[in-house]
């Protein structure tokens, strides 16, 4: 008997639903060539279902999805509903309740003409950056006070906890080491400015006096925007704040080609893991087939390991990268000449051809 995994699928709104259809045929194929079985459940959760509904993600659903092995999501954002509703009803609500601690984002250029830095290789872009996933300013704490009138207060806090800290830098320590490559962690924060920072430079101290294999590295958030375009060489893994990380990993995708290839998994490990694109839901080129779904290809190859399914990750990483490198799929823009569902077959054609790593 083949193992089976499930997979809870909320494709969300925009192209999200275009981009997460040729993730599960990635997905479909791959399972059928490494021998493995995947069950995927659907659920309706976005901007349709809340303006036919006024449902945002019930507890009922919710509780379902959490107990799959895995969840992949597509994106959500809609114009027209009130900013930050569905982002946090749907995307930070499984965040926090599933207390998915990490938000793991690798950054890997696959062909050097994806770069839009002058004289960067592939070999010089091949870091992640770990983000700590349910503390600062994400935590909700804020509050108007006078909202409306010229004296109005608006407040959010910043929280950090030495346990939230604490074991988002250990995940990392132990990440620098099992990827084995240059062995060094860099901490990003802002302690200069934003002194409760303080709590991530001790912390990193600390912890890292246990892993004395691993090089230490501590750059402020402004200088670490420059350096990582300056110098992305620099970078094996990198462990950051909510907020920053947020920031800084979408200017590393750029690096390594644009949101159109950029993968992001929130993991706790142990529980079920969400992953999904980087980017989000595009309304504009929605239902067009123009959409690019290479980084939903990607959160499949992400899930993937995370599912212990290794070689079917990297048999998918393999594909992309042998379809990015040939150039058979020239950009990855909507441009490309490609629509969705082409490049999902593209991808499709290079699985049967990559053998696994
Ligand atoms: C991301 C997104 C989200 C975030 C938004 C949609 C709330 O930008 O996953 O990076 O800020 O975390
Ligand atoms: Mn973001």
Redesign the pocket.
């Known amino acids: 008997m083949s193992k089976t995994h499930t997979v809870a699928v909320i494709a969300g709104d925009g192209i999200g639903p275009e981009v997460v259809r040729e993730g599960l045929r990635v997905l479909e194929r791959v399972a059928a060539i490494e021998g493995f079985a995947v069950k995927p459940t659907h659920y309706p959760f976005g901007a349709e279902h809340y303006l036919a509904t006024r449902e945002i993600f019930p507890d009922r659903a919710f509780e379902e999805v959490r107990r799959h092995d895995a969840i992949l999501l597509g994106a959500i954002g809609d114009p027209r509903i009130e900013v930050g509703l569905l982002e946090f009803g749907i995307i930070a609500k499984m965040r926090f309740e599933l207390d998915l601690y990490v938000n793991l984002r690798p950054v890997r250029l696959y062909a050097e003409h994806l770069c839009p830095l002058k004289d960067i290789l592939p070999r010089d872009v091949d870091f992640v950056v770990v983000r700590e996933n349910t503390e600062d300013a994400y935590a909700g704490m804020r509050g108007f006070f006078k909202k409306g009138t010229p004296d109005e207060v608006a407040t959010q806090e910043i929280i950090f906890t030495r346990k939230g800290v604490e074991r988002v830098i250990r995940y990392a320590f132990e990440l620098a080491r099992r990827r084995d490559k240059r062995k060094k962690l860099t901490l990003i924060d802002k302690a200069n400015a934003v002194r409760a920072m303080d709590l991530w430079t001790r912390t990193f101290a600390e912890v890292g006096a246990e892993y004395p294999d691993i090089a230490r590295d501590h750059q402020y958030i402004d200088a670490a925007c420059m350096y990582v375009v300056r110098n992305p060489r620099d970078y094996d893994t990198v462990v950051t704040s909510n907020m920053f990380g947020?920031i800084f990993?979408?200017l590393s995708a750029m690096i390594q080609g644009g949101l159109g290839v950029a993968a992001s998994g929130n993991i706790h490990p142990g529980r079920a893991g969400l992953f999904e694109p980087?980017h989000g839901s595009a309304p504009k080129y929605t239902g067009r087939n123009v959409a690019n779904p290479i980084a939903t290809v990607m959160a499949v190859s992400m899930m993937l390991d995370y599912l212990g399914e290794t070689s079917a990750s990297a048999r998918v990483e393999q594909a992309v990268e042998r379809l990015l490198v040939s150039k058979r799929l020239p950009s990855l823009g909507t441009d490309s000449g490609f629509g969705t569902t082409q490049i999902g077959d593209l991808v499709i054609e290079e699985l049967a051809a990559a053998p696994a790593r």
């Open positions: 947020d990993t979408d980087i």
